[in-house]
């Protein structure tokens, strides 16, 4: 009993030995890790941080002459200008309509793509699908754009020539506020799900294929094999990039929504985004757009700090 009680001394005075773990210690043993990330780290801090000090200007009427710290402290005078402002509730609406639209169907097709491709076991069709399926997110948002307007043109188009033969002829979707969203999020389906899968094809590939022999033992079919194998998988990898989406609610791509717009869909289309272009470059209303997009920073934030604890409480998955 005495020969057992001190080897557990010692065993507890070999942990109380054990130095504390600190970021000195840490930077130390992981120098070469440390050393690689460095470059990345010189560009977050130098083009995401610095410019950080430009906040204030949401605070203070911006004047030319005296730089950003030179204009007079406003407070939150521009914000509260905007919650009073008759296009806020517009605006936030469209925004969120969009970007809920884009999460709830684009987020779940490159998940399906990939669960579809990886099904094909022909390596040479497998491999041309996913090519195929890669290069239209190569193609830029003007082209995108471009190609919407000759497909959809309710004249020329090949959809047009299509609508005109089932009797609705001279329907311009590119016009319609019940038709913009809906193209919208198709379009973006097209262009990004094949890019976005990449992820999912990266997850599905670190299988265990033990886990797909004993399946098939089990006298499992191909759809309990994605259900009971594949999905479970793909798990964490859908928490993470689920809960970064949440981070960008109310951060509608500006360049795809401003170039579709026109006078016609212009109720539907126009967001926080477009209005702080128009606002701030055209108008010239630096603070006040400064102040706009503060306060959708400060939004989006909120959702992902919010997802992130639900996603910790109940899967233990989270980004910190």
Do not use: C
């Not at 507890?12 to 050393?35: C, F, G, H, M």
């Not at 948002?141 to 919407?148: A, N, P, T």
């Not at 010239?284 to 706009?292: G, H, K, L, R």
Request: aromatic fraction near 14%.
């Amino acid at each position: 009993m005495i020969s057992q009680a001190s080897k557990s001394d010692k065993k507890l005075s070999r942990v109380a030995e054990v130095p504390k773990r600190t970021l000195l210690n840490t930077v130390t043993r992981d120098y070469q890790l440390w050393i690689m990330v460095l470059p990345a780290i010189i560009v977050i801090f130098v083009f995401n941080y610095i410019p950080m000090y430009g906040i204030q200007l949401a605070f203070r009427d911006y004047n030319f002459t005296q730089g950003l710290t030179g204009g007079e402290w406003r407070g939150f005078y521009y914000f509260e200008q905007f919650f009073n402002n008759y296009m806020f509730m517009d605006l936030m609406k469209n925004t969120i309509v969009i970007s809920l639209a884009t999460i709830i169907f684009s987020f779940p097709a490159p998940i399906i793509l990939a669960l579809l491709v990886h099904q094909i076991r022909w390596k040479r069709a497998k491999k041309t699908l996913q090519t195929t399926v890669y290069l239209p997110h190569f193609i830029s948002i003007v082209v995108m754009v471009g190609l919407l307007n000759v497909l959809l043109s309710p004249n020329s188009g090949v959809i047009g020539h299509v609508l005109s033969a089932i009797g609705l002829g001279g329907t311009n979707l590119l016009g319609s506020t019940e038709a913009f969203v809906s193209i919208y999020v198709m379009s973006d389906i097209w262009q990004h799900a094949g890019w976005n899968s990449i992820i999912y094809f990266a997850a599905l590939s670190t299988i265990d294929p033990q886990l797909y022999d004993a399946a098939k033992i089990d006298g499992a079919s191909r759809w309990h094999l994605i259900r009971y194998v594949e999905l479970p998988a793909l798990v964490p990898t859908i928490i993470i990039l689920f809960i970064l989406s949440m981070g960008n609610v109310l951060g509608t791509g500006f360049e795809k929504v401003f170039l579709m717009q026109n006078p016609l869909n212009l109720p539907v289309s126009e967001v926080i985004a477009t209005y702080v272009y128009k606002i701030g470059i055209v108008s010239n209303q630096f603070s006040y757009s400064a102040a706009i997009g503060l306060f959708n920073t400060l939004i989006n934030f909120f959702f992902l700090y919010a997802m992130n604890l639900i996603a910790k409480k109940f899967s233990n998955i989270s980004l910190w």
